[in-house]
């Protein structure tokens, strides 16, 4: 079946009009300077032209089955299964740090039709972070004004393994009921054990010395955890300088006007180092501004908690409140953990709510110098509503 969405490629334009993407420009250097020095070892696997059609499955740890077709790179992985329930947006979900060796199940039933742009400038890191991908129908066929590959040459390129023809519906609900959970995915006839990536994600995704981006005459320091490129850009874009800095590097020896934290992969709880760095910045009463994965660690710096979410929040349609009003903001969000606010010390308040479950979407202190949101301001892929906090950590510096 051949599917080509010609008014696709005119409509993502429109999109990029409205500043989805033209009003905040990766340059490529951006990119690369989030990355690790140690680039990844990549086999590149047979390209969909002479790739055989073959049978896998994915295998979750409760014994349930999904079966499907290969495509990208023919190997088995494993890795916690997650379901993301965006409708666009799939390289930069992709190469965002915050998926690191995830199996990522993607709700929208038509994948791929769009491509992958041959640009570093559409993506939030130079490679792929997911460890697997499952969809329901792949499309080989790809129309859009950027594209220059197709996703499944892509994904070969960048050895990570897709299933399609899986019933997602099913998959979902099934992670939905149970919640998110550990599995592989195989195909017939190869017979090695699944890989998995490292067990210490943010180490993995955070560079391994500091670097100086932008100019401007305030410094922000950026403790970066895996951090997506469209932070960092963001924040360029404002005027401000910014030293990238690794994710357990000492602040305290560092020259800042005000301190972002990153967001980044896994259990917040499972980075020490990093919390004691944080701590250890709040005695400088200088402006912090947390997002996700740095909101965690903000909460914990502060002797609050954080535990993990049946399923997470994965998508770009999150509402959230500003608490204490009726104003509301739709939001794109990519997290498994979440602060508990009933946790927060004296002088510490919600800052937002999310309007389906309730959980903590945001905390600030009363001296308005601290602050922190578990959503993703930057939006990429997602809505803008909330770009306005960038312009409101810089006016602080």
Known sequence: MRFVWEDFSLGTYALRARGFRSSARIESEVIVALTTDASPQITPAATEANAPRRRGRLVLKDGSIFEGYGFGAIRPVKGEVVFNTGMVGYPESFTDPSYRGEILCLTYPLIGNYG???ELQYFESDRAQISGLVIAEYSED??????????????????VPGLTGVDTRALTKRLRETGTMAGHIE????????????????????????????????????????????????????????????????IAKEAFDGLLLSNGPGDPKANGEAILKVRGALKRETPVFG???GHQLLALAIGADTYKLKYGHRSQNQPVRLKGTNRCFVTSQNHGFAVDARTLPEGWHEWFTNLNDGTNEGIRHENGLWRSVQFHPEARPGPVDTGHLFDEFVEQL
Do not use: M, Y
């Open 291 to 293: 997002i996700c994965l």
């Open 142 to 159: 790809f129309s859009h004004w950027t594209a220059k590959k197709s996703l499944g040459d892509w994904l070969a390129e960048h050895n």
């Open 116 to 118: 992958i742009a041959g």
């Open 187 to 250: 195909f017939d006839d190869i017979a090695e054990e699944p890989v998995a990536f490292g067990d210490a994600p943010v180490r993995d995704v955070s560079p391994r010395e500091a670097k100086l981006f932008g100019k401007g005459t305030k410094r922000v320091a950026l403790l970066n955890c895996g951090c997506k490129g469209n932070i960092l850009q963001s924040l360029v874009n404002r005027g401000v300088e910014v030293l990238d800095l690794p994710w357990n590097h000492d």
